[in-house]
């Protein structure tokens, strides 16, 4: 199953400090690479990981059920 990963939010910004290899820095930089963006988009496919994760017993308990039984609109 794969979830939606919405990173595109309007919501407020907060500047951060963050410790990074300075050559994988320089390189990205030179590409253009937009370090934000970058780190959005891998924290929200970090957190989507995790609820997945945290919930993949009911989903798949979930899922057990309508093989058996079907779905209620069936």
């Known amino acids: 199953m794969r979830m939606e990963i919405r990173t595109g939010r309007k919501g407020k910004?907060?500047?951060?400090?963050?410790?990074?290899?300075?050559?994988l820095l320089a390189s990205a930089r030179e590409q253009g690479i937009n370090l934000s963006a970058v780190l959005e988009r891998?924290?929200?496919?970090?957190?989507a990981r995790?609820?997945?994760?945290?919930?993949?017993?009911?989903?798949?308990a979930?899922?057990?059920n309508v093989r058996t039984d079907g779905v209620w609109s069936d």
């Open 42 to 47: 891998a924290l929200a496919e970090e957190k």
């Open 50 to 60: 995790r609820w997945m994760e945290e919930h993949r017993g009911a989903i798949e």
């Open 62 to 64: 979930y899922n057990q």
């Open 13 to 23: 910004k907060k500047a951060v400090n963050l410790s990074l290899d300075s050559e």
